[in-house]
């Protein structure tokens, strides 16, 4: 006789493929007669045999057609970035008689041309004479910062299939300019290139919910400085490529990088201002430190039933709706 059974799909490479019955459809034929066609439109498989054979076939069909597993893939992306900078220094003239109606000026100056600059950043401290005219000046400034980023995607996916999220903007890049003859600028070529946090995994998970992960992980950002050479903003990126297995529910360390650079810079009269402590006096000194850490931590949590699903759910939920005005940093309070 003829039975039907749902639930499979893609099957038809069974025995010898025979000819297709329709768009989406594949018919085989096996030993004794028994023939399979599968139609992947509808999710079904139709089986011509015998019932002694078909009750066989059955079996084999029961045991296939059961709800693959689920992966939900969280990632913890935190970059923390420290700076630390101190500059400090003292400009200064001065003018006197040398005799014999001659005259000499001395100055120390980080201003090109010997004048000395007004006040700067930080706390300044001029001194002018009678004629308004600034004799000395001294400069002192300490800037700390500290930025941290913290991204969070999430993605669900079936098992053995691959899934990818990009959050992030288009950012435009100025690749070419259209001149004229006559030197003149017509117009000029933008192209747009994505930043942001973009994130590509294929999970594999056998039946003790080990989860294997083939990962790709990159974070492109735009430089806070202007390149000299091309007038435009540099790309920072941090990428990952890599293949881990861990356990559903617990975590991984996927990577981290931690940076470090120290600069110290000193400007003035030769010797003089490499005197121990009186060297401020003739010169200015500049000190910056700056310290990047960054690290990249992943959790797959195996789904194999609809309460799973839904558990998973009601949590995600439930986190938006935490994250309210009142749980943000200094936001009143009712």
Same mark, same amino acid.
């Given at each position: 006789?003829?039975a039907?059974?749902?639930?499979?799909?893609?099957?038809?490479?069974?025995?010898?493929?025979?000819?297709?019955?329709?768009?989406?459809?594949? @018919?085989?034929?096996? #030993? /004794?007669?028994?023939?399979?066609?599968?139609?992947?439109?509808n999710?079904?498989?139709?089986?011509?045999?015998?019932?002694?054979?078909?009750?066989h076939?059955?079996?084999?069909?029961?045991?296939?057609?059961?709800?693959?597993?689920?992966?939900?893939?969280?990632?913890?992306?935190?970059?923390?970035?420290?700076?630390?900078?101190?500059?400090?220094?003292?400009?200064?003239?001065?003018?006197?008689?040398?005799?014999? /109606?001659?005259?000499?000026?001395?100055?120390?100056?980080?201003? #090109?041309?010997?004048?000395?600059?007004?006040?700067?950043?930080g706390? $300044?401290?001029?001194?002018?004479?009678?004629?308004?005219?600034?004799?000395?000046?001294?400069? *002192?400034? *300490?800037?700390? @910062?500290?930025?941290?980023?913290?991204? $969070?995607p999430?993605?669900?996916?079936?098992?053995?299939?691959?899934?990818?999220?990009?959050?992030?903007?288009?950012q435009?890049?100025?690749?070419?300019?259209?001149?004229?003859?006559?030197?003149?600028?017509v117009?000029?070529?933008?192209?747009?290139?994505?930043?942001?946090v973009?994130? !590509?995994? %294929?999970?594999?998970?056998?039946?003790?919910? =080990?989860? %294997?992960? #083939?990962?790709?992980?990159?974070?492109?950002?735009?430089? *806070?400085?202007?390149?000299?050479?091309?007038?435009?903003?540099?790309?920072?990126?941090?990428q990952?490529? @890599?293949?881990?297995?861990?356990?559903?529910?617990?975590?991984?360390?996927?990577?981290?990088?931690?940076?470090?650079?120290a600069?110290?810079?000193?400007?003035?009269?030769?010797?003089?201002?490499?005197?121990?402590?009186?060297?401020?006096?003739?010169?200015?000194?500049?000190?910056? *430190?700056?310290?990047?850490?960054?690290?990249?931590?992943? %959790?797959?949590?195996?789904?194999?039933?609809? #309460?799973?699903?839904?558990?998973?759910?009601?949590?995600?939920?439930?986190?938006?709706?935490? =994250? %309210?005005?009142? !749980?943000?940093?200094?936001?009143?309070?009712?």
């Amino acid at each position: 006789g003829i039975a039907g059974m749902g639930g499979i799909g893609g099957v038809g490479g069974i025995g010898q493929p025979g000819v297709a019955g329709g768009p989406g459809v594949s @018919s085989v034929t096996l #030993d /004794g007669g028994v023939r399979v066609m599968a139609d992947r439109i509808n999710n079904a498989l139709l089986v011509h045999a015998t019932p002694a054979e078909y009750e066989h076939i059955e079996k084999t069909l029961l045991r296939l057609d059961v709800q693959r597993a689920q992966v939900l893939i969280e990632a913890s992306i935190v970059e923390i970035t420290l700076g630390d900078d101190l500059k400090y220094g003292l400009q200064w003239a001065f003018r006197g008689g040398l005799g014999d /109606g001659r005259s000499g000026r001395g100055v120390v100056s980080s201003v #090109d041309g010997g004048a000395l600059g007004g006040a700067l950043a930080g706390f $300044s401290y001029s001194i002018s004479n009678a004629a308004g005219n600034l004799t000395a000046v001294l400069n *002192a400034l *300490a800037a700390k @910062s500290k930025l941290k980023v913290i991204s $969070s995607p999430s993605l669900m996916v079936l098992d053995n299939h691959t899934a990818s999220i990009a959050v992030g903007d288009q950012q435009p890049v100025n690749t070419g300019t259209v001149v004229t003859g006559n030197s003149v600028v017509v117009g000029n070529n933008i192209q747009y290139k994505d930043t942001g946090v973009m994130l !590509s995994v %294929t999970p594999s998970v056998n039946a003790g919910d =080990l989860v %294997t992960l #083939d990962i790709q992980q990159a974070i492109t950002d735009v430089g *806070a400085t202007i390149d000299d050479a091309t007038g435009q903003r540099p790309f920072l990126q941090r990428q990952i490529n @890599s293949r881990v297995a861990v356990r559903s529910g617990e975590t991984l360390v996927l990577g981290g990088l931690i940076k470090e650079s120290a600069t110290s810079g000193r400007s003035g009269v030769p010797v003089l201002s490499s005197i121990p402590v009186l060297g401020a006096l003739f010169g200015s000194h500049n000190e910056s *430190a700056n310290r990047t850490e960054l690290l990249v931590v992943f %959790t797959p949590r195996v789904l194999r039933d609809d #309460d799973d699903a839904r558990a998973i759910s009601r949590e995600l939920r439930d986190r938006m709706r935490g =994250l %309210t005005a009142e !749980s943000l940093p200094g936001a009143p309070a009712r």
